[in-house]
């Protein structure tokens, strides 16, 4: 499973719940929840709408896609 989706499952969000908080377009949403990139491949735009749905800073969000997919990959 994407790093990203696994994140927004483990905090209980969804990628609609991210839309509607940001205003980030839902296919820019659903290209990151699929990417085979992990993190390497998540935008500045992504991060911060996610923050912003959890009230997080995008500095926040980032460590702790870092962590998870550290996780992950083990």
Same mark, same amino acid.
């Given at each position: 499973? @994407? $790093? ?6 483990? @905090? @209980? ?7 509607? %908080? /940001?205003?980030?377009?839902?296919? *820019?949403?659903?290209? %990151?929840?699929? /990417? ?12 911060? %709408?996610?923050? $912003?749905?959890?009230?997080? *800073?995008?500095?926040? $969000?980032?460590?702790?896609?870092? %962590?998870?997919?550290?996780? /992950?990959?083990?």
């Amino acid at each position: 499973m @994407n $790093v990203i989706q696994s994140y927004l499952d483990k @905090n @209980n969000i969804t990628r609609y719940q991210v839309y509607k %908080a /940001s205003g980030l377009s839902q296919m *820019t949403l659903k290209h %990151a929840t699929e /990417s085979k990139k992990g993190i390497d491949g998540v935008s500045g735009k992504v991060l911060k %709408a996610i923050a $912003v749905t959890l009230g997080k *800073t995008p500095g926040q $969000v980032l460590d702790e896609l870092i %962590a998870l997919e550290k996780l /992950s990959i083990r």
